[in-house]
């Protein structure tokens, strides 16, 4: 799946809402219910669900494939939120996994400097990759050093490579790099987590990518009492924000 792909299917539905799912406690054979139950509540107001691998470990394939079947019986689309990042070899097992397992998007992490390779082997299975470029986490600042700002070799490599990029809502992120990673990324879209538990604002993003963006929200929906109402309250904010 590439970009144009998904910025389509954000028009089509008229929704930038991701949601998550990090089920973190329970069987396995809970967690696959729970994200099946998540789905079927909030679809409706989604453009994508985003699963993260380390709450999937220990899951079989057909159990991994049911969520994925019903994410495109919805006609959404299926992200797994991996951060795969190794050498070429691994990176493309894993590509063929995840090509069985039935996603269209992985985000990578181009750290091994092989996001390359992850790029053209995955278009050759039809999985758009999202790279990992300004993450949530405030950690994440060290990238901006300004002796040494490290960010400019990625958003390099990312603009070349990559279908998506991860940029996070949190705001620590300055107007100005945001300006200078729209003039880099002439076509891909921006997978945008923060929103909701860390505190992030879907404004500043959508003033500079606008409807490039696919805002993923994940404990304030799946915790919440109403799934439902939780996803139809954020798509309604990030829809606002598209307006002021």
């Known amino acids: 799946m590439n970009s144009k792909t998904v910025i389509d299917k954000i028009e089509e539905l008229n929704t930038q809402l991701c949601v998550g799912s990090d089920p973190n406690k329970g069987s396995i054979e ?16 989604a453009v994508a669900f985003k699963l993260n691998r ?3 470990l220990g899951a079989t394939l057909e159990q991994i494939q049911s969520i994925t079947r019903l994410i495109h019986e919805f006609d959404r689309i299926a ?6 990042s190794d050498i070429g070899s691994s990176n493309e097992a894993a590509l063929t996994s995840v090509k069985k397992e039935g996603f269209d998007l992985i985000t990578v992490s181009g750290y091994p400097g092989n996001l390359q390779q992850s790029f053209e082997y995955g278009q050759s299975l039809g ?26 070799y990625f958003l390099e490599s990312c603009s070349k490579f990559a279908d998506g990029v991860v940029i996070g809502t949190t705001n620590f992120i300055t107007e100005d790099i945001l300006n200078e990673a729209q003039g880099k990324l002439d ?10 538990a860390q ?9 500079i990518f606008g409807s490039r963006v696919m805002y993923s929200v994940t404990r304030a929906i799946q915790n919440s009492n109403d ?18």
Do not use: C, W
């Not at 891909?188 to 929103?195: E, S, T």
């Open 30 to 45: 809970e967690r696959i219910k729970r994200t099946h139950n998540l789905i079927k509540e909030t679809y409706e107001y």
């Open 54 to 56: 380390q709450f999937f």
């Open 79 to 84: 992200i797994i939120d991996h951060k795969l």
């Open 127 to 152: 999985i758009g990759i999202i790279a990992l470029l300004f993450m949530s986490n405030p950690e994440f600042q060290y990238q901006f050093n300004p002796n040494y700002p490290i960010y400019r």
């Open 187 to 196: 076509n891909q879209f921006v997978l945008a987590p923060g929103l909701g």
């Open 199 to 207: 505190g992030g604002a879907p404004s500043l993003l959508a003033k």
């Open 227 to 244: 799934p439902g109402k939780a996803a139809k309250m954020y798509k309604e904010e990030i829809n606002l924000s598209k307006k002021s």
